[in-house]
């Protein structure tokens, strides 16, 4: 194990530096939670620690953000979005998020495969979209 202080490597057993003295700890790419030398899994997430870190991803620009995002927005508030850009970027607002966990997301696309999982996903984002925008009409008349 790599001591984070000195880089010096040290056995796998070992709970100090053999060089500086430093606690080894494994940092949890997942939480960064700092887990024993020896550790399997985190303490904090459960992250598999034998797992190599994700590589860092890099900077998206606007126009590939704004490809990603173009999926699962209705066509003309992605282009109210992109007509009033300049007078959006920077500003607060109070918005709601809301997260759903489906449950048996996992299996089911290891059943159906991702591009049925895909469509199937396009369909519920459009479903509650169309929800919400008639939602938020509702509550202003």
């Given amino acids: 194990m790599k001591c984070a202080k000195c ?3 040290n056995p796998e057993e070992r ?3 053999r060089e500086c003295g430093t ?3 494994l940092v949890c790419a997942q939480c960064r939670f700092e887990n024993l030398s020896g550790d399997k899994f985190c303490g904090e997430c459960g992250h598999d620690l034998t797992l190599p870190a994700k590589p860092i991803s ?3 620009s606007f126009d590939e953000k704004l490809a990603k995002i173009q999926r699962y927005l209705p066509k003309d508030l992605t282009q109210k979005i992109l007509a009033q850009r300049d007078k959006i970027e920077g500003e607060r607002k109070q918005v709601t998020v ?3 966990d489906m449950e048996g997301f996992t299996s089911l696309t290891e059943k159906l495969g991702s ?3 895909y469509s199937i996903m396009d369909e519920v984002y459009e479903i509650l979209i169309t929800k919400s ?3 938020k009409e ?3 008349s």
């Fill in 115 to 117: 591009e049925q999982m």
């Fill in 58 to 60: 890099k900077e998206l």
């Fill in 133 to 135: 925008m008639i939602t």
């Fill in 23 to 25: 606690k080894l700890v």
């Fill in 98 to 100: 809301m997260f759903c």
């Fill in 138 to 140: 509702l509550s202003m």
């Fill in 15 to 17: 709970k100090f530096c």
């Fill in 7 to 9: 880089q010096t490597e």
